[in-house]
């Protein structure tokens, strides 16, 4: 199995963060997790103290796409084989965590994409 890591930005979650954490939990316990703060201004860093959550505080907000390049960077670093980034909101369902990484697996994909804009009566083209 490919050591997975889920990439969980986060920008002003307070309120919704330990409902998705501890869904993930359930759902998919052997993957690491590791939240992104954005340079929240409510309790969002807080909730990770307090849960023990793993996390990176980046100072200043640098959006979605630099919160998670904080992430592939951090994963890079640790060894993961696979990311995922993972909506901090709970909007992300974790039911697709794993066929994305069995996907990832089993053909050997440099990137995987789950979206909601595919599905059976859509093609999805092979990169």
């Known amino acids: ?3 997975t890591l889920l990439i969980i930005p986060a920008y002003n979650e307070e309120e919704s963060l330990k409902t998705t954490i501890d869904s993930l939990r359930k759902t998919v316990s052997q993957v690491d997790l590791l939240i992104v703060n954005d340079g929240s201004r409510d309790g969002t860093v807080r909730v990770c103290r307090e849960n023990r959550y793993p996390f990176l505080d980046l100072s ?6 630099g919160a998670f390049q904080a992430g592939m960077k951090y994963a890079y670093r640790h060894g993961y084989d696979c990311a995922i980034q993972f909506d ?3 909007q992300h369902s974790a039911a697709y965590i794993w066929p994305m ?5 089993a053909d050997g994909s440099d990137i995987v994409i ?3 804009f595919f599905g059976p009566e859509k093609p ?3 990169l």
């Open 101 to 105: 990484v069995y996907q990832a697996e």
């Open 1 to 3: 199995m490919l050591k």
């Open 114 to 116: 789950g979206s909601p």
């Open 60 to 65: 200043t907000n640098l959006g979605l796409a």
């Open 88 to 90: 901090a909101d709970g």
């Open 124 to 126: 999805v083209f092979p």
